[in-house]
């Protein structure tokens, strides 16, 4: 029984998944502990019981079930998406929430998991390549369905991650460097475009330089940044033909510190947070950023300048570590499995976890957009919270799994 846990149970993610939870409802109790909003740490404790059920529930379901019932995943949580878009309630100006009985929970945080793993079955199958154009096509729409819906609730955010996902699964899947860096450029030139003349003119030649430097014969070179360049351009014109708040809105969301008395607010009062904390921080529940209740909802979004504050940098420096831990082992597990499906959906996880832990720990620091994103395992709320004690139960499942063909 020992040899049988110590070759295939995960013991390595299952125990950084529950160090980071319980750093987590610590973080979430100092932020909530002295004012109304107390309760948020029993029921985060009650999801996290919650979600440690149900990641050792996905940790044991056979491989096989899991990669046959992905598209009935998948086509559900499309359903409900549409569903959401239809009833759901408006929270912060985003309708995401989707509520039965005074029960709610966001379904796009579940929209994530069954997204990799359809992309993952379909790619599973027999005679599929994405060498083929018909495969590409398939696989890259897999994707944009659950983005244009969830990008409609709007949630700019989920949809970033969605997109930060792809990248790597396209690149896992064997996709060419230039399909990659056709993706790509397009981004890049439209947020030139976004921060000026000067900086549209470098982007446009920064992405000329790489389409030629991967490219594959120099008509396909032309066609990707025409297109490019169009995007870019259309960017520009959309830009300037919006009103002045409605161009404060995109300058501030590129750069929050520009209003820092409004929307940028957060981020400075961050930034103070975890700079006041120092070295080794200035102990649990003494933090004065987060006892007075500078940074509103902090154990939310902005629950790494609690961990900063009050742990300091050597606190903050092992929460990274600790998820850098955690993508490391995701990418480990993707190499070691030999079932394609497996190693598909291991890098999908990984790069999910990856993406939220970088623009959240970047929107704290203030390197990054504000654009509401969750920290993993930590920031408060059920469905973000199961949906990655879940993600971690199917890397479990994964690296158990991982010498099955």
């Not at 939870?21 to 109304?36: M, Q, W």
């Not at 086509?75 to 029960?103: E, P």
């Amino acid at each position: 029984m020992l040899h049988y846990m110590k070759e295939y149970f995960d013991f390595r993610a299952f125990f950084i998944c529950v160090l980071l939870v319980i750093i987590g409802l610590l973080s979430i109790y100092s932020a909530t502990f002295d004012i109304n909003n107390a309760a948020n740490f029993y029921r985060q404790a009650i999801w996290a019981a919650l979600g440690f059920i149900l990641m050792l529930v996905t940790a044991f379901i056979p491989l096989r079930t899991l990669q046959r019932l992905s598209f009935a995943f998948y086509f559900f949580t499309l359903a409900v998406l549409v569903i959401v878009l239809v009833v759901g309630s408006t929270v912060k100006g985003s309708k995401s929430w989707f509520g039965i009985g005074g029960i709610g929970g966001q379904p796009s945080e579940f929209a994530k998991i069954a997204t990799v793993l359809a992309f993952a079955a379909y790619l599973a199958r027999t005679n599929v390549s994405l060498s083929q154009v018909k495969h590409l096509i398939i696989t890259l729409c897999i994707f944009a369905v659950p983005m244009f819906l969830i990008l409609a609730e709007p949630d700019l955010g989920t949809t970033i991650v969605f997109f930060a996902t792809l990248l790597p699964l396209l690149y896992w899947a064997g996709v060419s460097n230039f399909i990659l860096v056709a993706i790509l450029v397009p981004i890049l030139v439209a947020v030139g475009a976004l921060f000026g003349t000067a900086q549209f003119i470098i982007a446009s030649v920064l992405g000329a330089s790489l389409l030629y430097l991967f490219r594959v014969n120099r008509f396909a070179v032309a066609v990707a940044f025409g297109i490019a360049l169009a995007v870019g351009l259309s960017v520009q014109i959309v830009y300037e033909h919006m009103h002045l708040y409605q161009q404060k809105r995109i300058t501030t969301f590129l750069n929050p510190e520009s209003d820092p008395l409004g929307a940028g607010y957060n981020v400075v009062q961050s930034k103070i947070a975890i700079g006041s904390g120092g070295l080794t921080g200035k102990g649990f529940l003494r933090g004065t950023q987060t006892q007075l209740n500078y940074i509103p909802e902090q154990w939310t979004d902005f629950i790494f300048c609690v961990q900063g504050e009050e742990f300091g940098f050597l606190g903050a420096s092992l929460v990274l570590c600790l998820f850098g831990a955690l993508s490391l082992h995701g990418l480990r597990v993707a190499t070691m499995s030999k079932n394609k499906f497996g190693s598909l959906s291991a890098i999908g996880i990984t790069g999910i976890l990856t993406a939220h832990t970088i623009i959240n720990t970047g929107m704290a620091m203030g390197i990054m957009p504000v654009i509401g994103l969750p920290l993993p395992f930590m920031s408060y709320g059920g469905s973000a919270l199961i949906a990655n004690m879940m993600m971690v139960g199917l890397l479990m499942n994964f690296y158990a799994n991982r010498k099955e063909y």
